[in-house]
């Protein structure tokens, strides 16, 4: 079977404290670095996402309002 361009699948391990190593190739592909943050989203009937790190932004602005907005009161 062919795997669409821009389309990735790996399998990892959950080790006995609950982490999971990226494989090198999606490391290189999301240009993930030592030291950076993560997000991890997760859905119950969906499943776990980790969207790619030039979204966190977004998705904090989505979520708490844009980055440095004032909080009204």
């Excluded at 699948?9 to 404290?17: D, E, I, L, Q, R």
């Excluded at 997760?42 to 309002?65: C, H, L, M, Q, V």
Aim: charged residues 25%; hydrophobic residues 35%; negative net charge.
């Amino acid at each position: 079977m062919e795997t669409p361009n821009g389309k990735y699948a790996w399998s990892v391990t959950v080790g006995t404290k609950g982490q999971i190593v990226i494989p090198k190739e999606a490391r290189e592909v999301f240009d993930i670095q030592p030291g950076d943050t993560l997000l991890l989203l997760g859905d119950e009937k969906r499943g776990i996402a980790i969207p790619p790190k030039s979204t966190f932004t977004t998705i904090y602005s989505n979520i708490f309002g844009a980055v440095g907005e004032a909080e009204e009161g």
